[in-house]
């Protein structure tokens, strides 16, 4: 089989062009030997027929001959003309290439002959017996005999026996020949032909096989490329195959691109949200430098970020316990667990403190430390109030507890003696108990405050009662320290909506804080008025011992009492302020003040008014 050069030489292609190739010349082959038989047989087949309709040609020309020398030699033999008669015979055996020809008498005796060595009878009897006439039997057998009748005579037989005909032979041989010669030449252009059919179509067999290696799986684009110079068929099922890998290819891309677009995305997500954390983060290397920083980080450790990006972290985080840490963490397995360190900041970087957390992120090929960086200055600032809240609340309550055992205990040593002294005692306690109970009773306000469920109960507030009320509460106290007590008052006092309790007890904590503070001979004013505004306002002022500026600011916190050692002589806790200020916040009021040390203060008490009817 011709196998042409093959200018892809990968082996798919190649066996695929073997498989068609072979296909297509098994198919060549099987078509040019049943035309072969099929021409052989037609010509063997017109070659019988042709020679037997010449056969039959001939023994009809023969009989016809036979017919006529038989009548001719009836009347010669009559005649007995033998001499001529045997002229004749001879004559007619050379036209007709009889390969005999003669006439026998009965007993076997030959008259005439076309050889005439064969004749056996020279002369010619006047009259011969009848009988059957036995033949000769040497030569050809023979084709055709006639009878003749001499009249008296006797009878007599001519015999004819016909010659192979070799130019008939060379004839057939020629035919032969010829139908031989226009196989082969037929055969020869068939060749040819399927030379050049080949040609024609073993790109487009070439590509149906690969449409069926295709059909039973073959995936792989280059086992299913052909030969190109198999024509153009072949050419564009390559480019079909050339396009399909293309876009392929391209697939891949998209679905590569797309899925690092994705990783891009959530990097850049992943990017944001740690952007967006309160809390620093910092990635850092196995040689100690960052390789990504939050913004919080930058903005806690007051540096530049791009400062921060690849920079040893020693240069920002200047605490050597971070730093050695994060040195742990990088390494390889040699910290697990994380730890934590609290670093005081200096005054140069604004003080406050941070907490640095730092734990191990392992990664297949290297460590990498996480520092999360807290700024935890107001959670220890919230820590200290708490202690201090404890603290103070202890001391609030030791204190009226201290008197109380120190009263009992001087109660019962002394007060059986003594009744005045029992007395006295028993009302100290009494105070102490009250004192306590108040005591108990804003701290169990200020943790409600504190947490947020401090809860409002929410009433008509009758303030034309509650002022007379306070006034009546403070009359005897004011008259007792010697101190003068004014309350103006509208004509008329509205309804505002509220927890009537928690209002009265604010007006108390400023009036009784304005007849505490000051001393014997001041005065204090209750001065009450509404703002067209629709505002309640409540002016509690005093000529008391006022405070200082620093005192003012922070006078509402809870616990606080001024520095002023007039003020520690006086009976508190340091709670009232906060208390009454956070309770008229809620109703949509305020408590402001003003002061000056030794001159007095003024308190202002303010509260929305519902507008009448409402
Ligand atoms: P306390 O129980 O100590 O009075 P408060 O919260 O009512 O607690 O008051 C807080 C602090 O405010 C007081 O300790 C005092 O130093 C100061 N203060 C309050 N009222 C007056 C006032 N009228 N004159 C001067 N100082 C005052």
């Not at 000056?596 to 202002?604: A, K």
């Amino acid at each position: 089989m011709n196998v042409e050069p093959v200018a892809k030489t990968e082996s798919g292609g190649l066996r695929l062009s073997l498989r068609s190739e072979t296909r297509f010349a098994a198919v060549g082959l099987i078509v040019v030997g049943v035309f072969l038989i099929s021409m052989w047989a037609a010509a063997w087949w017109a070659m019988c027929a042709q020679r037997e309709a010449l056969d039959q040609a001939r023994l009809e020309q023969m009989r016809v001959t036979g017919a006529s020398l038989a009548q001719c030699a009836e009347v010669m033999l009559a005649a007995g003309e033998v001499t001529a008669l045997r002229r004749i015979v001879a004559q007619t055996a050379q036209d007709a290439h009889l390969a005999r020809c003669r006439i026998v008498l009965p007993g076997g005796r030959i008259v005439a002959d076309a050889n005439p060595a064969n004749i056996t009878l020279r002369e010619l009897p006047a009259q011969w017996p009848g009988g059957a006439a036995v033949l000769p039997a040497e030569g050809p057998p023979a084709s055709l005999v006639f009878t003749l009748v001499v009249p008296q005579r006797g009878s007599a037989v001519l015999e004819m026996a016909r010659t192979e005909d070799l130019s008939q032979a060379s004839y057939y041989w020629l035919t032969q020949a010829g139908i031989g010669g226009i196989c082969v030449a037929a055969l020869l252009a068939l060749l040819v032909l399927y030379r050049r059919v080949r040609a024609g179509l073993r790109g487009i067999c070439a590509v149906r096989e690969a449409l069926l290696a295709r059909e039973h799986g073959q995936t792989a684009l280059e086992a299913l490329e052909v030969n190109p110079e198999w024509g153009p068929e072949a050419r564009a099922w390559n480019d079909m195959l050339g396009q399909e890998e293309t876009r392929q290819k391209h697939v891949a891309l998209e679905k590569t691109r797309e899925t690092l677009q994705a990783r891009v995305c959530g990097t850049d997500r992943l990017t944001v949200a740690c952007d967006a954390l309160s809390q620093g983060l910092i990635l850092v290397e196995r040689n100690l430098r960052a390789t990504y920083v939050n913004s919080a980080a930058a903005l806690l450790l007051r540096a530049k970020r791009e400062d921060m990006l690849s920079a040893d972290i020693a240069s920002f985080v200047k605490d050597e316990r971070v730093v050695a840490a994060a040195r742990a963490a990088a390494g390889n397995g040699a910290m697990q667990r994380r730890t934590i360190v609290e670093v005081q900041r200096n005054g140069e970087t604004g003080g406050g403190v941070l907490r640095f957390i730092v734990r191990p992120v392992r990664r297949d090929d290297s460590g990498v430390a996480m520092i999360v960086v807290e700024d935890i200055t107001q959670q220890r600032a919230a820590e200290e109030a708490r202690h201090t809240f404890v603290a103070q609340a202890t001391h609030e309550l030791r204190t009226p507890l201290t008197n109380i055992r120190l009263y009992t205990e001087m109660a019962l040593d002394e007060g059986q003696k003594d009744p005045a002294v029992l007395a006295n005692c028993l009302s100290i306690i009494n105070q102490e108990t009250f004192r306590l109970d108040r005591t108990v009773a804003d701290i169990l306000s200020i943790a409600e405050i504190e947490a947020g469920t401090l809860t409002l109960r929410r009433d008509d507030v009758r303030l034309e009662e509650i002022f007379p009320e306070l006034k009546a509460d403070y009359e005897a106290q004011a008259h007792e320290k010697q101190v003068e007590l004014e309350f103006r008052l509208p004509p008329k006092l509205p309804v505002i909506k509220g927890d009537r309790e928690k209002i009265r007890s604010a007006l108390h904590n400023l009036v009784g804080n304005a007849l505490k503070y000051t001393p014997a001979g001041g005065q204090v004013r209750v001065a009450v008025k509404v703002n067209p505004g629709d505002q309640l306002v409540v002016d509690v002022s005093d000529t008391g011992i006022g405070m200082t500026e620093e005192d003012r600011q922070h006078l509402f916190e809870k616990f606080y009492r001024a520095r002023d050692p007039r003020v520690a002589k006086v009976t508190g806790s340091g709670l009232g302020l906060a208390i009454a200020r956070e309770v008229i916040r809620l109703h949509g009021g305020d408590i402001g003040v003003e002061s000056e040390l030794n001159r007095g203060s003024t308190f202002t008490l303010t509260l929305p008014v519902p507008p009448e009817g409402a």
